[in-house]
């Protein structure tokens, strides 16, 4: 065959294909013009390959991503597909850039049968190799179910629209995002597919390339105006006087409310905030742990503030303190109201290897909770009151004030030091900078062994 046809044969093949729904929504996931196809015309039998993949820049950021093809054998899974994609996860390693994988299949070419269970094994084997080396998101517009859920769950971050679905039963049951979400399966939540790949190319300029290039750089930007802290303002109201204007990306919102937690830039930095508010339950625990966890992996400073009593599990108490405990990226915690006894220890003290404590001045900070602590110690001097009740409640503040307060705390070492409200960000900011050089050398071990 001429030159001239296999030119015309090559132009036929690319209008073909970048027809599809899969080229089309890689091409919006990057930035224009900057997308370049790997394996392009791989087949899978007679038809392409059920997902496209490649390499460009998102908002100026490498990243490589591959997209299932729903129009190609319903965007099934096979060996072809599974080569396309474990290539794609091996530039990433030499590279060092993100991955993000965009899910829509009906399942796996089951005819293929053992050659597909390879398939599958060989992507997760990758995926989990590549853990904690690059940013790994996976979007899912449509179906994931199965083994290629237990792929995509594997992520760092699972991206999901409304109409999307994931869940390990082959049967489907339990695979809607609202599920999802509760769950903790999905971190975030967006309402259409456009919304979604915005959250993506968002998530991207917050994350660095990999776990050895440092913290990006973004333009410094101030807290939203009009937000003014008191000793009143809740976890969320704190997240947003503290973090840059727009820059607030919360994860898991829908998991273990008692915790919030978020990346955002503050000063044109990235950081990963974390607010604990009244009772710890198991969820929640779990929720702080993993982020903490995936923040240390890349050394994305973190902030926790604190306003919180008690645990409700052990075992979610234990793997938190160990996550804390474990983490060498730069840690700052600030306790804005009540910090009781293993929260203190866990999650803002110097057991939890924070590198600087600072509380607001109306922080309680305690071994126990006051109503108890304060009884227990002067019990004597409520012998013989006319007005227990009374008496008791007055005892109670007077040990906040007293034996519970920051400046207690301060006095002993607790917390290096004690801010007002409004100065909470300024000294965020100069605290991060001082610690953005922190340099930790660990014990020679593969990794503790925490609960989970």
Partial sequence: MSNIGNAELLRQARSARQEGTGYQRIISLFDAGSFNEIDGYSKSGEDYTEA???YGTIEGCPAYAFVQSIELAGGAMSKAQAAKICKLYSMALKT???????????GGRLKEGDNLLAAYGEILLKSNNLSGV????????????????????????????????LTIATDGSGASSGEAAARGDCHILATDEPDAIAKVRKLITLLPSNNLSGNPALNPQNADSGMELTEQSDGRQILEAICDSDSILELGKSFGPAVLTALCSINGAT?????????????AGSKAARFIRFCDAFSIPIVSFVNAGSFTTL??????????????????????GTAYGPVYIAVAGHGANSDYTMAWPNAV?????????AVFLWNQRLAGSEQPLEDR??????????????????????????????????????TLEMLSSKRVSGLPKKHSNIQL
């Fill in 52 to 54: 496209v993949a490649g």
């Fill in 96 to 106: 060092g850039a993100p991955v993000i994988g965009v899910y829509d299949s009906h």
């Fill in 134 to 165: 690059v940013p790994q998101i996976s979007l899912i517009l449509g179906p994931c179910i199965g083994t290629s859920a237990l792929i995509a769950a594997g992520a760092d971050i699972v991206v999901m629209t409304e109409k999307a679905e």
């Fill in 271 to 283: 950081a990963g905030v974390i607010s604990y508010t009244g009772t710890i339950d198991a969820d």
């Fill in 315 to 336: 075992r979610e108490a234990s793997k938190l303190s160990s996550s804390y405990s474990e983490t060498t990226a730069p840690k700052l915690s600030v306790i804005t």
């Fill in 365 to 373: 900070i305690s071994p126990l909770a006051p109503e108890t602590a």
């Fill in 393 to 430: 409640r007055k005892l109670v503040e007077e040990y906040k004030t007293t034996e519970a307060s920051p400046f207690k705390a301060a006095a002993d070492g607790l917390i290096e030091d004690i801010v007002l409200p409004g100065e909470t960000r300024t000294r965020i900011i100069s």
